[in-house]
Each structure stands twice: as C-alpha cells, then as structure tokens.
C-alpha cells in the first residue's frame, strides 16, 4: 500500500513539474549529520558530504513571490567515532532519501537581470536504502522493527541569487520527525545544502 501511494505521490508530482512555467534541474551538496539524543543524553556526531539532485519546478504567483518544488534524490548520513576502555570505534551511516521540498519564495530584482531571494518551507522525504560502514564491514540499514523509519519531514529556510536561468542557493534543513523507530531515543535530520539550478521557461 506504502509503494503504491509513493507512486502516485511521484507521478503526481512528475506531471505538475510538466506542466509548470519555469522548471529546471537542480543539483549541489550536503553538508549531512543528525542529533541523537536518549534519556535526556545527547549525542554530537559529525557530518559528512552528499549531494542532492534531480528535477524542480517554480510556479509564480506574482512578480515577487513564487512556490517552488522538486523531487530531488538526497544522500544524507552522518560519522561518528566512539572509545571505550582502549578500544575505538569508527562508523559512517549513508541513507538514500527521495525527498520532496515545498517552499514560498520572495524575490528582490537587483537589476533586469540578477534577483535575490529569500525562502521557507518544508520537505518532506522517504528513505530508499541506507549503508552502515563500522570498522570497515558494511551492512544494510534496517528500517522499521527497532531500526529506523523511513518517512522524515521537516523545514527549511535558504535564501540565493538568480543570474538569469541560473540559480544559486544556500540553505539549512532542520529535521523534525524522529526518525529511531523506538521510544527510548530521537534521531533527527539536519543538513546544509549548496546548490545551482538551471531553469527553463515555456
């Protein structure tokens, strides 16, 4: 049933990108890492680099604010190293996520041909597979039954420059769905992404 309304879900959006006035294709990096935190214990990992892409249409509701949306494959994770009684571990989790972002956008002409632009929203996201690297053994991420769940959700500010078709942004991604499928723990998403766009219009 989860597949099936995952389906519909990208169709859906495929054909909206279609359609829309201005699309493009957007890509960039992921400065990845996620917050832990169990029986009041919060655990700082550090972060590693990924890369988000795919298609992203804008749908302009006047000459200053626009909606934009996409559907983007993103890799995020984290790597943590661990001593305990003289004995080190090092572990790097890597998750593929199809991910959905939804943002309102307010554009400043500079001239005729440069705007800036700030942005808030949400996303919305779906873990396809994931990678778990320890001591230099990989295995496959377990979601559900005590691993990690699949959907994650949460908000994201940015802001940018446009330069014509091309689009550059930053932006910061801030997890809110706890992602350990268990209730003695929270695990969240957060990411910092650089990304250029270039964009069509019909």
């Given at each position: 049933?989860?597949?099936?309304?995952?389906?519909?879900?990208v169709?859906?959006?495929?054909?909206q990108?279609?359609?829309a006035?201005?699309?493009?294709?957007?890509?960039?990096?992921?400065d990845?890492n996620m917050?832990?935190?169990?029986?009041?214990i919060?655990?700082?990992p550090?972060a590693?680099i990924?890369?988000?892409?795919?298609?992203?249409?804008?749908?302009?509701?006047?000459?200053?604010?626009?909606?934009?949306?996409?559907?983007?494959?993103?890799?995020?994770?984290?790597?943590?190293?661990?001593s305990t009684l003289?004995?080190?571990?090092?572990s790097?989790?890597?998750?593929n996520?199809l991910e959905?972002?939804?943002?309102?956008?307010?554009?400043?002409?500079?001239?005729?041909?440069?705007?800036?632009?700030?942005?808030?929203?949400?996303?919305?996201?779906?873990?396809?597979?994931?990678?778990d690297?320890?001591?230099?053994?990989?295995t496959?991420?377990?979601?559900g039954?005590?691993?990690?769940?699949?959907?994650?959700?949460?908000?994201?500010?940015?802001?940018?420059?446009?330069?014509?078709?091309?689009v550059?942004?930053?932006?910061?991604?801030?997890?809110l769905?706890?992602?350990?499928?268990?209730?003695d723990?929270?695990?969240?998403?957060?990411?910092?992404?650089?990304?250029?766009?270039?964009?069509?219009?019909k």
């Amino acid at each position: 049933m989860k597949s099936k309304l995952i389906f519909l879900v990208v169709f859906a959006l495929f054909v909206q990108i279609a359609n829309a006035q201005v699309f493009g294709i957007k890509g960039g990096l992921n400065d990845a890492n996620m917050s832990f935190s169990s029986n009041g214990i919060s655990i700082s990992p550090k972060a590693i680099i990924g890369f988000h892409f795919g298609p992203v249409a804008e749908f302009e509701l006047n000459d200053n604010i626009s909606f934009n949306t996409g559907l983007l494959y993103s890799l995020k994770g984290f790597k943590m190293n661990a001593s305990t009684l003289g004995f080190s571990t090092e572990s790097t989790e890597k998750i593929n996520y199809l991910e959905i972002p939804l943002n309102v956008a307010y554009k400043h002409p500079i001239d005729e041909k440069i705007k800036i632009f700030g942005q808030i929203g949400s996303y919305l996201a779906y873990a396809l597979s994931g990678k778990d690297k320890t001591d230099g053994t990989t295995t496959d991420i377990t979601f559900g039954s005590g691993g990690m769940k699949r959907f994650d959700l949460g908000l994201g500010i940015g802001a940018g420059v446009e330069f014509g078709p091309i689009v550059a942004g930053l932006g910061y991604q801030f997890g809110l769905a706890n992602l350990a499928d268990s209730s003695d723990g929270k695990v969240k998403n957060k990411v910092l992404q650089i990304s250029v766009a270039y964009m069509f219009r019909k």
